[in-house]
């Protein structure tokens, strides 16, 4: 079945570095979403990539996803405090099937 | 705008007994409904899938007489742990998907359940 990795697992960074989490999937995918979850709380939708080599701007957090469509990038600049949580891609892969990735536990030291 | 509730957020039931959590999209119609269950620092599991009106389709592995999913309208699913033990203390999350907006799932605040 479809499997969705991400790296790192964890990631400690002092507030003003950047920080970047990459996601692999097993199978190519229609679209790739991303979600951040603070300690404590529910995932909260960032973003969808639909197009090959697709890449999106949020302020501070840049997305990319792969020409092949199996992969994915998060790139924050320039860390705040505010970005701690955990970074999910979830892949959809034309609607058979939607997984998480095991998400990158970002904290950011201040 | 897309706001989904849960309910309860938590609960505590003792072994044997089943606990429904509802989840409803308050401001807009969830064609699809997901429910997830999340063990601690762990990520998300998909448990099942349903449409309004049709049964819900099941992850491998997950059992369909002991997780009961009910979609009855647009804006509300339940899902009932039936004969709870100990090991289905989880964190259980629904989203709901309107697929006039396209992809994007909204989740609720999820439901916190503990079996003794």
């Known amino acids: 079945g479809q499997q969705v990795m991400q790296i790192p697992q964890y990631q400690h960074v002092q507030e003003g570095e950047d920080f970047t989490t990459y996601c692999n999937s097993s199978?190519?995918?229609?679209?790739i979403q991303w979600y951040k979850q603070r300690p404590g709380g529910h995932p909260v939708f960032l973003i969808q990539?639909?197009?090959?080599?697709e890449v999106k701007k949020q302020k501070r957090l840049t997305f990319q996803f792969g020409e092949a469509k199996k992969n994915s990038s998060l790139h924050i600049t320039a860390t705040q405090t505010t970005d701690v949580g955990t970074y999910f891609c979830?892949?959809?892969?034309?609607?058979?099937?939607?997984?998480f990735g095991p998400g990158t536990r970002l904290s950011v030291l201040p | 705008g897309a706001v989904v509730s849960q309910h309860p957020s938590w609960v505590i039931c003792k072994s044997g007994t089943s606990v429904k959590i509802e989840c409803r999209s308050l401001?807009?119609?969830?064609?699809?409904m997901f429910w997830y269950r999340q063990f601690p620092k762990q990520s998300l599991m998909l448990m099942a899938t349903?449409?309004?009106?049709?049964?819900?389709?099941?992850e491998q592995g997950v059992e369909k007489d002991k997780f009961l999913i009910n979609h009855a309208s647009l804006t509300l699913s339940t899902l009932t742990v039936t004969s709870a033990h100990p090991e289905d203390s989880s964190f259980y999350i629904c989203?709901?998907?309107?697929?006039?907006?396209?992809?994007?799932?909204?989740f609720g605040p999820g439901t916190r359940l503990t079996v003794t």
């Open positions: 989203s709901a998907r309107d697929s006039g907006r396209g992809y994007e799932q909204y």
């Open positions: 199978t190519t995918l229609s679209n």
């Open positions: 990539l639909v197009k090959s080599g």
């Open positions: 979830a892949g959809d892969n034309y609607g058979q099937n939607f997984v």
């Open positions: 401001d807009f119609q969830a064609t699809t």
């Open positions: 349903s449409n309004e009106g049709s049964k819900a389709t099941y």
